[in-house]
């Protein structure tokens, strides 16, 4: 929906992000006016411009005219290589290809003329759409792949999964744990799963019916119990032989349990683990901020 309305970037704008929960990334979007290209390329500034890169998409607006494009192309091959050398391939994306006027095989064409074969082999290229949600999709493939390179979020999601085992024993149940801000996956008892991006409409904590509190607040009273604030923390759903358990765990994160039957028994070791130590585990190494 934000793609809608884009407006221009203006030099460079950065961004932090933690990728399906695990993977830190720090997002540089270079605007792609003239002005600021030229400044990317300049003596003094092309160092800061392409050091340290660990993942490059180079994005190209298919349906438009832009006789600098080859140019343009070819001097961020030559500076991301002599500045990050280690970056491995470099991903370019043919975007507004379901635009009429879209010509990504001319442009796939002119990109790759005269690359040695050695450049060639490091490039990805691939027709995407923003409006389509192709372009997204080869976003999230391409970060997967960082992720398998990565030894800290491996390990990291190592560790969740040990987390989410421990909570799967003795409650004939699945547990999936989803990532808020992008929506992914982070990790599943159930293996390989895939699923489309969830939208998430933020989860409020907090938010609660007045009249609920007020009712259960009187109930304290009458019973000379002490009143603490209202918590919407796990929402239950029922199908025909299932429960659905949805409930926070941190800030980011959401906790999926899809129980295989439908009995109080199983309903019962579901809601005890969700109030054990190894759920507060989970927590709290889904809390920790060194990131
Ligand atoms: N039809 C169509 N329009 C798109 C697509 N992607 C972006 N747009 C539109 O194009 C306009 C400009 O967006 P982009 O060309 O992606 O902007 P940009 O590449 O970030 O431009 P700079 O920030 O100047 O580099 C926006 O109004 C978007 O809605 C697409 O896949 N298809
Ligand atoms: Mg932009």
């Known amino acids: ?16 992000f933690i990728f399906r929960g695990i993977m830190e990334l720090s997002i540089w979007d270079l605007g792609g006016q ?15 411009v392409f050091s340290e890169v660990s993942a490059a998409v180079f994005m190209v607006d298919s349906a438009a005219e832009e006789p600098k494009l080859k140019d343009t192309f070819d001097k961020f091959l030559k500076y991301l290589f002599e500045f990050s050398p280690e970056v491995g391939k470099v991903y370019v994306l043919l975007n507004k290809t379901d635009l009429q006027e879209s010509k990504e095989d001319d442009i796939y064409e002119l990109l790759i003329k005269d690359l040695t074969d050695d450049l060639k082999s490091k490039i990805a290229l691939t027709p995407v759409s923003v409006k389509e949600g192709s372009a997204q999709h080869r976003l999230i493939e391409i970060l997967d792949f960082k992720i398998q390179e990565n030894t800290l979020a491996l390990q990291r999601l190592g560790k969740i999964r040990h987390l989410l085992d421990q909570l799967k024993i003795n409650t004939l149940s699945e547990f999936l744990l989803f990532n808020q801000p992008d929506g992914l996956l982070i990790a599943s008892t159930i293996g390989k799963f895939e ?21 259960f607040s009187r109930i304290m009273e009458l019973s000379n119990s002490s009143i603490s604030p209202l918590e919407l923390s796990t929402v ?55 990131f």
């Open 1 to 16: 929906m934000k793609v809608l309305n884009l407006k221009p970037t203006k030099g460079v704008s950065r961004e932090n």
């Open 34 to 48: 003239e002005l600021y290209m030229e400044r990317y390329f300049s003596e003094n500034k092309r160092e800061l």
């Open 195 to 215: 699923s489309k991006p969830l939208q998430f409409i933020k989860f409020e904590i907090g938010s609660l019916d007045s009249n609920i509190y007020q009712i």
């Open 236 to 290: 239950i759903y029922e199908s025909e032989h299932n429960y659905i358990l949805v409930k926070e765990v941190s800030n980011g994160s959401v906790l999926m349990v899809v129980t295989k039957e439908k009995t109080i028994g199983t309903f019962n070791t579901v809601m005890n683990v969700l109030n054990s130590e190894d759920f507060q585990n989970l927590k709290k190494f889904l809390s920790r901020d060194d």
